[in-house]
């Protein structure tokens, strides 16, 4: 009996969850596809963007923007694949098990016209093919018996497989898809990545038009650092669960989202209503999800946005003129996220797509409620500066929670109460019984 490693798997921030396009627009609950079929020729496509807000009491307007591309662009001529498969300590067992299986689904759903190398990853990487080969050849059969022979040790330096892996790709030809899989946790224990690196990586994935795509698979995993990478580069991450079969469906589906084509951003304008936008660079944009952009708006109204993309070796411009909506409670989570991403022009945003919008927003108000029973406790054992603390920290994160709203009013009786026993004098019914 397999015991259970994670619970439901779901694309978080790519594409097995596909995000429909709908009359309520892109941050709508994306519903299960299976997009096999490649796009053929040039064509304009029934689009939308989507700007959702939410007001602070203040006045200040936050949004996040959803946009798809106005035109779908016809399939790469082939994928050259870099895949990083994390050989780690952490990586034993089942998970080293389903990552191979995953493995095995990806690239047998690869075709003739494909190109792979393998590497495996740990403190280094180790390629285990002479650089790009056939993804039907004898070598990379032979380097999948090299990868199953290795034994998991020390930990991953995932950096160094990405720059690898850049370098690697940085020659194919401009009709080619460009992209790294990675197979593993995401924790780069043997070398952490500051903000600098991480803006310095993604700067350098982006030049390269590398596309990262990873299986989050492992006692703990960095969703988060995963997702920033797909965010930032027009990829995505999808999470390992129970069950071998997940496993072999992640292959083939992280193989149909890297023969999408990848819309690469050249230049990306908004008019005077914005006041600001994030991630700067603005994200890649792909035809089987949305990319999301967040800030703070100065006016509402309708809004225009301009973008000039480079796919392949062609370069388009893209125009959206979209209605700012309605403040909407269900983005009240917004403030909190743009005014963290803000300190580092929104480098680990892991905000790609609506899917992974909606679940920060759903960590968020997770958080939110863990600080709330925190709070509760604390008021009972009388620890009202806990209590205020957590208080605090809720609504910073949001404003409109009940819970919290009604635990500050309990904690103003609860001080009120306090106070009057500190001051008799004070207290009403104190005065009643005096002369």
Known sequence: ?????????????????????????????????????????????????????????????????????????????????????????????LFRQDGFITLRGLVDSLTEKDLVQLVAIDVKPKPLTDGLTGAKGEEIRAAYKKLVARTPLGSTNLPAGLILATKTLASSKPDRARAVVYIGDGLSRANFVTTKEMRELITELAAARVSVYSYAIGPARDVEFLAALGNHTGGGVMLDSEGSEVAQLAGSAIARAARRPVYWPLEFTVDGGFETWLPDPAPPLRTDRDSIVLGKLKERGRREVRGVYQVGAEKIELNWTVEVEPSNDEFNFLPQIIESAENDGGARLPTVGSEGLREVGRMIRSDAQTLVKLGIQALKRDDLKAAESAVNAVLKRDPDNPDAHALKRALEKKKAAQEALKNPADNPVNKLNQP
């Open 1 to 93: 009996m397999r015991w259970t490693k994670r619970a439901l798997v779901r694309w978080i921030y790519a594409s097995l969850l596909w995000v429909a396009v709908s009359p309520t627009g892109l941050f709508a609950q994306g519903a299960e596809g299976q997009p096999d079929k490649e796009p053929a020729k040039t064509a304009d496509v029934k689009v939308t963007a989507r700007l959702g807000t939410y007001e602070k009491p203040t006045g200040e307007i936050f949004y996040a923007l959803g946009l798809r591309p106005t035109k779908q662009l016809a399939a790469p001529g082939g994928v050259d694949m870099v895949v990083l498969i994390d050989t780690s300590a952490s990586q034993t067992g």
